[in-house]
């Protein structure tokens, strides 16, 4: 299974930007998938879940009203639009596929089988 997360950078606060999660290897829409995030000297943190079918979400308090997961499975692929940026968001970001055995919402890593290389997204003042 290969995760390949684009769509990072550099933006000013207030900003957007919009990830993209591109997946391979197993049948996407079977799976929830995930967005963490992993900032300097800080723990790796849950950012954002959608349900396999697309149907059900779930959000960090932090980034509620804010970001939005959602995904295309005849694309597999998964997005986070971003909005609102603040510099607290700067991060890297990382996709993830959780196992088929997790309950609703898959919050903890140890509920993800599969993650991408992560992508920087750097929020400026």
């Known amino acids: 299974v290969q995760l390949q997360a684009s769509g990072g950078g550099l933006v000013q606060a207030g900003g957007s930007l919009r990830l993209s999660c591109a997946a391979s290897?197993?049948?996407?829409?079977?799976?929830?998938m995930g967005w963490f995030r992993q900032a300097p000297g800080k723990e790796r943190e849950l950012v954002a879940v959608i349900s396999s079918s697309g149907v059900s979400t779930y959000y960090a308090d932090s980034v509620k009203g804010r970001f939005t997961i959602s995904r295309d499975n005849a694309e597999n692929t998964v997005y986070l639009q971003m909005n609102s940026l603040k510099p607290e968001d700067t991060s890297v970001y990382y996709c993830?596929?959780?196992?088929?055995?997790?309950?609703?919402?898959?919050?903890?890593?140890?509920?993800?089988?599969?993650w991408g290389q992560g992508t920087l997204v750097t929020v400026s003042s």
């Open positions: 290897g197993r049948p996407f829409s079977r799976y929830n």
């Open positions: 993830a596929s959780a196992n088929a055995r997790s309950t609703w919402p898959p919050t903890g890593g140890r509920s993800y089988d599969y």
